[in-house]
């Protein structure tokens, strides 16, 4: 399936597994370019520059297809080490970047210099056209059903991709909620030019995360997940858990007065206790309204494969008839 978002980053599907935090290492970023979709490996887990470096060199010895990295700009007190995190993506070699949270505008002119690909991930489609305008080259929508960051707007992606695609002069993938060969049907029908998928590519066997985090997606329904970090305008969506609702009471209790700090023990540090440990309820981690469509855990080929087999069917066979 030839799309714009192909031809732009060279791959052979377009499918592009989104930066995942504790999740995005090189086994999954592999894993999902030599089944033909774009890997992105997840540049702020590793810390620092220097071991986003080995990173990228480690995947660089498990597939000779592209992949890319994932930049999240984050607001922080003491920010990560972000120039030497591009020089780093830039002297790599690599091709294609994600970037996230704050406006990426400092960064582009280094990343096109080498010729880099950006994909800016917004939210809703002012962004997505301020993207455009400082020269992303694609933007992934993300809507309201993501897990991560839904940002604030609330406008599920039925709505927000077609007002993309009245909006967008450059390409845009679906990105949140997203699992399904009829999905990336759908999302082409909307105007996208692709899917980006987060929560799916976790209930993977290739994902380098415990089991029981799989177990836990495969487990969840669409109802499971719940929207933490409102009252600070920082919403996360994420698998609820007793830290989760731990979490909530808090909000309830302490309302508009709520600080960050009141709920530190139930967001920081929390990934590698999740993914690396497996304990299920020590807190607050990403997790989309797609985990009711999971019901297994595929190799990530079997998944790509069955997604672009069930587009293609959709597409010559059942809509087909209806174009009788
Ligand atoms: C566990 C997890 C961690 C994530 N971490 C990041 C991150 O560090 N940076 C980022 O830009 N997006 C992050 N995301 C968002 C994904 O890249 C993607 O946009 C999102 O998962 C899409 O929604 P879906 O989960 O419904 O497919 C994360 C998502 C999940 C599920």
């Known amino acids: 399936m030839k799309t714009q978002i192909t031809e732009l980053f060279g791959i052979e599907h ?9 999740v995005g ?37 498990m597939t000779d297809k592209p992949f890319g990295v ?7 007190v003491t920010p990560p080490d972000y120039p030497g995190f591009v020089k780093v993506i ?23 210099e080498a010729g880099i690909r950006v994909i800016h991930k917004c939210t809703s489609v002012r962004h997505s056209l ?20 839904p940002g604030e707007d609330d406008v599920g992606n039925w709505v927000l991709l077609p007002r993309a695609a009245e909006e967008l002069k450059i390409p845009f993938v679906a990105s949140g909620g997203v699992g399904t060969g009829s999905q990336l049907v759908a999302a082409l029908s909307l105007g996208a030019d692709g899917i980006n998928m987060g929560t799916r590519f976790i209930a993977t066997k290739e994902a380098p995360v415990h089991e029981n985090v799989k177990q836990a997606i495969v487990a969840a329904s669409e ?11 920082n919403t996360e969506r994420v698998l609820t858990n007793a830290g989760v609702e731990r979490l909530l009471e ?57 997604i672009m087999g069930d587009a293609h069917e959709i597409i010559s066979q059942r809509l087909k008839r209806f174009d009788a």
Request: aromatic share 6%; proline share 5%; glycine share 12%.
């Open 25 to 61: 290492f090189a086994e999954m970023a592999a894993a999902v370019s030599n089944a033909g979709g774009l890997g992105i490996i997840t540049g702020l887990t590793q810390g620092t520059p220097e071991k986003l470096a080995k990173e990228i060199a480690r995947c660089r010895e």
């Open 14 to 22: 377009p499918i592009i597994q989104g930066g995942m935090h504790y």
């Open 130 to 149: 301020k993207a455009e305008s400082i020269g992303c080259d694609a933007v992934s929508v993300d809507g309201f059903e993501c897990g991560g960051h």
């Open 223 to 233: 109802l499971d997940t719940r929207l933490v970090m409102r009252p600070l305008r």
């Open 250 to 306: 808090k909000e309830r209790t302490l309302g508009s007065n709520i600080k960050f700090e009141d709920i530190f023990a139930e967001v920081a540090g929390v990934y590698p206790k999740i993914m690396v440990e497996g304990q299920m309820d020590a807190g607050a981690w990403s997790c989309g309204q797609v985990a009711g469509l999971i019901h297994d855990i595929p190799t990530v080929k079997e998944l790509i494969d069955k």
């Open 70 to 76: 994932n930049l999240t700009f984050l607001p922080a």
């Open 90 to 112: 830039v002297d790599s070699g690599v091709k294609a970047v994600e970037t996230a949270g704050n406006n990426p505008q400092k960064w582009l002119p280094a990343l096109k």
